[in-house]
T-cell receptor, first 115, second 110 residues
Framework: DGGITQSPKYLFRKEGQNVTLSCEQN?????MYWYRQDPGQGLRLIYY???????QKGDIAEGYSVSREKKESFPLTVTSAQKNPTAFYLC??????????????FGDGTRLSIL | GQNIDQPTEMTATEGAIVQINCTYQ??????LFWYQQHAGEAPTFLSY????GLEEKGRFSSFLSRSKGYSYLLLKELQMKDSASYLC???????????FGKGTRLHILP
């Protein structure tokens, strides 16, 4: 079945450490997104990518970095510059080329905590 | 700037009808989505509006007025399993950027 896979499901970060969250999709979608969700809050956009080798900052990109070397993959690195990384991270993809009414498909999320 | 507003919480009774409002101010508009999210889970797609008017899908309906920057999600015949957060999201017109509101937590009472 096609879908989006995020790993790991739970991740712990030590002070001063960079960690990378994986997001892989086999839906052949062009656009991919990373969102952060804090308890009781909505989704805030970190980065998004419309095509391979291109990405744009969202509303809260500071302290994060991404790459889009392959269409299927959009990993997110949480750097040591992100001072409050504890949150639920959601990856999504969509295919606007198939019509603007196409919704985003979401992975199951990664829950990141500070040790 | 861009802004999407929804009520933080709402409470309704099983079997009743509830309307969740969403107002938006965004740089361009190319569609509005409603998602349902249960605690600790990923959002799931409910509806999409790009033209003014009402879209109906079973117990769920969604309305859009582009001139007013306003949408609502209507849930009928409420069931206990409808207790969840409901997220309003807007796609900009120039790119594929999709911005979410903070979500409305809906509590269903028996």
């Amino acid at each position: 079945d096609g879908g989006i896979t995020q790993s790991p499901k739970y991740l712990f970060r030590k002070e001063g450490q960079n960690v990378t969250l994986s997001c892989e999709q086999n839906l052949n979608h062009d656009a991919m997104y990373w969102y952060r969700q804090d308890p009781g809050q909505g989704l805030r956009l970190i980065y998004y990518s419309q095509i391979v080798n291109d990405f744009q900052k969202g509303d809260i990109a500071e302290g994060y970095s991404v790459s889009r070397e392959k269409k299927e993959s959009f990993p997110l690195t949480v750097t040591s510059a992100q001072k409050n990384p504890t949150a639920f991270y959601l990856c999504a993809s969509s295919s606007p080329g198939q019509g603007r009414n196409q919704p985003q498909h979401f992975g199951d999320g990664t829950r990141l905590s500070i040790l | 700037g861009q802004n999407i507003d929804q009520p933080t919480e709402m409470t309704a009774t099983e079997g009743a009808i509830v309307q969740i409002n969403c107002t938006y101010q965004t740089s361009g508009f190319n569609g509005l989505f409603w998602y349902q999210q249960h605690a600790g889970e990923a959002p799931t797609f409910l509806s999409y509006n790009v033209l003014d008017g009402l879209e109906e899908k079973g117990r769920f309906s969604s309305f859009l007025s582009r001139s007013k920057g306003y949408s609502y999600l209507l849930l009928k015949e409420l069931q206990m399993k409808d207790s969840a957060s409901y997220l309003c999201a807007v796609r900009g017109s120039r790119d594929d950027k999709i911005i979410f509101g903070k979500g409305t937590r809906l509590h269903i009472l028996p």
